[in-house]
């Protein structure tokens, strides 16, 4: 099957219900397949309760690059609270159960990549120090120094046990996430294993998900997107 499309993926462990609800067994996701085979998939992790244009464009850019595309609802717990952020356990949990649906879908567990947004690229770096995914990008990711909730660690301090080859996106005019703060991110997942690039620019020009406002902005988020095409690319093999 090609096109988009809403579907659910099973928590492991979902046939028991004596710890949750026959509901919150499964993540409802949104998928968007390639023509033809696939070859890869990619989890976009985004905080949205609605896909906003610019980031379906984007999913469906990436389905034509040949990935399968599969976005969960990170707030299918609490009543859909969108103030109930996914870290720690759920995360984890909402990932794998993503990750086994595109394995089950004929993809190959080192061609699964992971791409998350603002708090969901803290979620996306998180997600590669924790899971052997095939390769890992974050734009705008905050709690570089400091964790964002009590369940998410400092990136920096995490930064090190990367098991994917991580790419960072960042705005240097992002109050969220000052220079010196991806300085020393730049320097923590130098200390990993994996490939690493961080990649500032200037402004608040990075945004793949957003469309720029003039010329300018343009070429700059076509090159950030490009960066984000890129490193799927090299690294899910």
């Given amino acids: 099957m090609s096109g988009i499309y809403d579907d659910t993926a099973a928590l492991r462990g979902g046939d028991d219900m004596t710890e949750r609800s026959a509901a919150d067994a499964k993540v409802p996701i949104t998928v968007v397949e390639p023509e033809g085979n696939a070859r890869g998939g990619i989890v976009v992790l985004h905080e949205s309760r609605e896909f906003t244009g610019s980031l379906l464009e984007l999913m469906k850019a990436l389905a034509g690059e040949g990935w399968t595309v599969l976005a969960p609802d990170l707030f299918h717990r609490g009543n859909g609270d969108p103030a109930h952020e996914v870290f720690g356990d759920e995360l984890f949990a909402d990932f ?47 709690g570089i120094v400091e964790p964002l909730t009590s369940e998410a660690d400092a990136l920096i301090r995490v930064a090190p046990e990367l098991k994917a080859p991580w790419l960072g996106l960042y705005g240097t005019d992002d109050p969220a996430t000052p220079p010196a703060h991806i300085d020393q991110l730049r320097d923590a997942t130098a200390r990993a294993s994996v490939a690493s690039l961080v990649i500032s620019y200037p402004g608040l020009r990075h945004r793949a998900d957003t469309p720029g406002r003039d010329p300018d902005d343009d070429h700059i988020t076509l090159d950030s997107q490009t960066r984000i095409f890129d490193w799927f690319d090299s690294n899910l093999r």
């Fill in 96 to 142: 794998d159960a993503c990750f086994d649906w595109l394995t089950q879908h004929g993809v190959f567990p080192d061609c699964i990549g992971v791409l998350g947004f603002d708090h969901a690229g803290t979620a996306a770096f998180l997600v590669a120090t924790n899971r052997p995914v095939g390769a890992a990008v974050s734009v705008a990711a905050p």
